[in-house]
């Protein structure tokens, strides 16, 4: 399969590249790194990457930014980098990709653990994962025949706990390599409209 990972330097994206690697042709896509460049939060570059990479069998995104703060500091602007971001980016990768994916091709996107298992100064990230869990139903039942969606929501990785680990006090971090695993099941398996728990 050719498949694109729109953020494959970061820490989710090399597990996801890292499984699934071995076995497909994986053009890596990042907002500087990578084989392509796009940003995420912009359609008009979304429209330009699928234009540079042509039809893919599966598209991959593990970015999306969000802000962390105390909810009392929260605004509407710091609320709306997470659903700029995470939630309209990986949005606007799917929108983008309906008529430009190869027959039978999928989406997988990402969310993580907040929603379910929160963290203090973690409600943008919460409330962006949420949203990307009702995207992801709801697409699922109107995709042309044969296009699947799903999204991973991995716990803590093991490679992020230097970045983030004191921000997740008595998380299990996953190990990278079963967070990895979880994009395999979405891309070379049949599921669809799931939310695949990665802890
Ligand atoms: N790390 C974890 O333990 C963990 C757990 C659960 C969920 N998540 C979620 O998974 C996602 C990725 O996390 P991460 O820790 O892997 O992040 P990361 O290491 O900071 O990497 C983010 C990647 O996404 C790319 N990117 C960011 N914003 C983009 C945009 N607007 N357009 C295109 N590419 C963009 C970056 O590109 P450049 O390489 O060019 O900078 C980078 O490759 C986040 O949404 C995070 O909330 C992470």
């Known amino acids: 399969m050719k498949i694109i990972v729109v953020g494959a330097a970061g820490d989710i994206g090399r597990a996801a590249c890292a499984e699934l690697g071995a076995r497909h042709d994986i053009i890596k896509v990042g907002r500087k790194s990578g084989d392509v460049q796009v940003d995420l939060a912009n359609r008009a570059s979304v429209d330009a990457m699928y234009d540079t990479v042509g039809v893919v069998d599966a598209v991959i995104s593990t970015a999306g930014d969000v802000h962390f703060g105390p909810l009392s500091d929260f605004t509407e602007e710091t609320f709306m980098v997470g659903l700029r971001n995470k939630v309209m980016g990986q949005v606007n990768l799917v929108l983008a990709g309906i008529e430009r994916i190869a027959e039978g091709g999928s989406f997988t996107l990402t969310s993580g653990v907040l929603d379910r298992d929160p963290i203090r100064m973690g409600t943008g990230a919460a409330a962006a994962n949420g949203a990307l869990a009702g995207f992801v139903t709801g697409a699922a039942i109107e995709l042309p025949p044969g296009q699947r969606i799903n999204v991973v929501s991995p716990g803590l990785s093991d490679v992020s706990v230097p970045r983030y680990g004191a921000w997740f006090p008595g998380h299990d971090p996953v ?25």
Do not use: D, H, L, N
Not at 176 to 198: D, P
């Open 175 to 199: 190990p990278s390599k079963r967070v990895g695993r979880a994009y395999a099941k979405s891309v070379e398996g049949a599921i669809t409209g799931q939310v695949i728990i990665v802890e």
